[in-house]
């Protein structure tokens, strides 16, 4: 396609990206009012389905679980592009005082999904409008269960979403970032999220008679104490490790020995010959210490979502191609962080980068954090997500 008529094709979309503006506002406030959490978004699935039907896109639902996907396809052949939102929420009680409050006792969107859901929502809405441009497909994934670890991402790819998909991109709302700016990285952005937990099992018995059993509580206490330093003294410096407890539950009287205690932590990790290493800390450290107290143990340990790693390639070409959109001092570069997201499974299986859009404005009320009862958006950040999915469809697909 020559650069005039492309141009002039992108302009048409832009004007319809703002002139649907107000209903994509709409659609992620019924989502903030009626959030659901992992592996129960029945009513969100069906939302999205209902919106995806009426855009015209051939529509599959119930992938692993809540999942489903809408494709459209172009007049002609070429490269198919995927993109990426997941829509479910949080077990926290939505504390902000807004007319989109959430109606779900105990359940809040903390962490923007409602927000992704709703600008890949439009974006399919309007690329839909100028398919007879469009060389190639489009997969727009809409992904359930992103916060419970293994993560919806997983379960969806092993249906084999990603059959015939040639990159695949992401985006996520920032509050940490102001609404405008887009934030970039190549390499390892997001860590690698693995849960354990422990269970002490002593014997109880009386509290001014300790020789007669095998403390959990002590027990528990040197295990957690032998567990921080696998970090300062097993791994490598040169490679990032974070073990923390989170959960240590033992006890139910002043004068009772507790026979049984149960711990519950984290590891998050890059590399995955660390990671491995921890875990084989983990059980080396809890074997050693109960034996030692001859105590019994029980250890259940959960790989998590995968280190999430940012394709170069693609990256480059997004900063640059987002340079355009929102101009070059608009561009941030991430760095990495120790929280962790199911996005890194597509990048496992295909090229492609995930970025953070700016949320926050001048009005402190967009300034908490993620998973915080007030987090809310500067809903301007649904029209850039739209803006950016769009430029990189349009760079590869007009």
Same mark, same amino acid.
């Given at each position: 396609?020559?650069?005039?008529?492309?141009?002039?094709?992108?302009?048409?979309?832009?004007?319809?990206?703002?002139?649907?503006?107000?209903?994509?506002?709409?659609?992620?406030?019924?989502?903030?009012?009626?959030?659901?959490?992992?592996?129960?978004?029945?009513?969100?699935?069906?939302?999205?389905?209902?919106?995806?039907?009426?855009?015209?896109?051939?529509?599959?639902?119930?992938?692993?679980?809540?999942?489903?996907?809408?494709?459209?396809?172009?007049?002609?052949?070429?490269?198919?592009?995927?993109?990426?939102?997941?829509?479910?929420?949080?077990?926290?009680?939505?504390?902000?005082?807004?007319?989109?409050?959430?109606?779900?006792?105990?359940?809040?969107? @903390?962490?923007?999904?409602?927000?992704? $859901? =709703?600008? *890949?929502? /439009? %974006?399919?809405?309007?690329?839909?409008?100028?398919?007879?441009?469009?060389?190639?497909?489009?997969?727009?994934?809409?992904?359930?269960?992103?916060?419970?670890?293994?993560?919806?991402?997983?379960?969806?790819?092993?249906?084999?979403?990603?059959?015939?998909?040639?990159?695949?991109?992401?985006?996520?709302?920032?509050?940490?970032?102001?609404?405008?700016?887009?934030?970039?990285?190549?390499?390892?952005?997001?860590?690698?999220?693995?849960?354990?937990?422990?269970?002490?099992?002593?014997?109880?018995?009386?509290?001014?008679?300790?020789?007669?059993?095998?403390?959990?509580?002590?027990?528990?206490?040197?295990?957690?104490?032998?567990?921080?330093?696998?970090?300062?003294?097993?791994?490598?410096?040169?490679?990032?490790?974070?073990?923390?407890?989170?959960?240590?539950?033992?006890?139910? @009287?002043?004068?009772?020995?507790?026979? $049984? =205690?149960? *711990?519950? /932590? %984290?590891?998050?990790?890059?590399?995955?010959?660390?990671?491995?290493?921890?875990?084989?800390?983990?059980?080396?450290?809890?074997?050693?210490?109960?034996?030692?107290?001859?105590?019994?143990?029980?250890?259940?340990?959960?790989?998590?979502?995968?280190?999430?790693?940012?394709?170069?390639?693609?990256?480059?070409?997004?900063?640059?191609?987002?340079?355009?959109?929102?101009?070059?001092?608009?561009?941030?570069?991430?760095?990495?962080?120790?929280?962790?997201?199911?996005?890194?499974?597509?990048?496992?299986?295909?090229?492609?980068?995930?970025?953070?859009?700016?949320?926050?404005?001048?009005?402190?009320?967009?300034?908490?954090?993620?998973?915080?009862?007030?987090?809310?958006?500067?809903?301007?950040?649904?029209?850039?997500?739209?803006?950016?999915?769009?430029?990189?469809?349009?760079?590869?697909?007009?």
């Amino acid at each position: 396609m020559k650069d005039e008529k492309r141009n002039q094709i992108l302009q048409s979309i832009d004007i319809e990206l703002a002139r649907c503006f107000d209903e994509v506002v709409r659609w992620r406030r019924h989502l903030h009012q009626n959030p659901e959490l992992s592996n129960q978004e029945v009513q969100t699935a069906k939302f999205i389905e209902e919106k995806l039907l009426d855009f015209g896109l051939e529509v599959k639902s119930n992938i692993g679980g809540k999942g489903l996907i809408g494709i459209l396809t172009g007049y002609q052949p070429g490269k198919t592009i995927a993109l990426r939102a997941d829509f479910d929420a949080l077990p926290i009680n939505d504390e902000k005082e807004v007319s989109y409050k959430s109606l779900n006792a105990g359940v809040m969107h @903390a962490c923007g999904h409602d927000g992704h $859901t =709703a600008a *890949l929502l /439009g %974006t399919a809405q309007v690329l839909s409008q100028f398919k007879k441009y469009i060389k190639g497909n489009v997969v727009f994934i809409f992904q359930h269960a992103e916060e419970l670890p293994p993560g919806g991402a997983k379960f969806m790819i092993e249906e084999n979403i990603l059959d015939g998909v040639d990159y695949v991109f992401g985006a996520h709302l920032a509050s940490s970032i102001p609404v405008g700016k887009v934030g970039v990285g190549a390499g390892y952005q997001q860590a690698a999220v693995d849960k354990f937990d422990i269970l002490i099992e002593g014997i109880g018995g009386h509290g001014a008679k300790p020789h007669h059993t095998i403390d959990s509580i002590v027990v528990g206490s040197e295990v957690v104490n032998s567990l921080q330093k696998i970090v300062s003294r097993k791994v490598n410096p040169l490679h990032p490790a974070v073990v923390t407890i989170g959960v240590f539950q033992a006890g139910s @009287a002043f004068n009772v020995i507790a026979d $049984t =205690a149960r *711990l519950e /932590g %984290t590891v998050r990790t890059f590399d995955e010959n660390t990671r491995q290493l921890v875990k084989d800390e983990i059980h080396s450290i809890v074997k050693g210490i109960t034996e030692s107290f001859h105590a019994n143990y029980k250890i259940d340990y959960l790989y998590g979502y995968p280190a999430l790693y940012n394709h170069p390639k693609e990256t480059e070409l997004v900063r640059s191609l987002f340079s355009e959109v929102f101009t070059k001092e608009a561009i941030l570069e991430l760095e990495p962080s120790m929280g962790a997201e199911d996005f890194s499974y597509y990048l496992q299986e295909k090229p492609g980068t995930f970025f953070s859009i700016g949320s926050q404005n001048e009005n402190k009320d967009t300034h908490y954090p993620h998973h915080h009862p007030k987090f809310d958006i500067d809903e301007q950040a649904l029209l850039n997500i739209e803006k950016a999915f769009v430029k990189i469809v349009s760079h590869y697909l007009f």
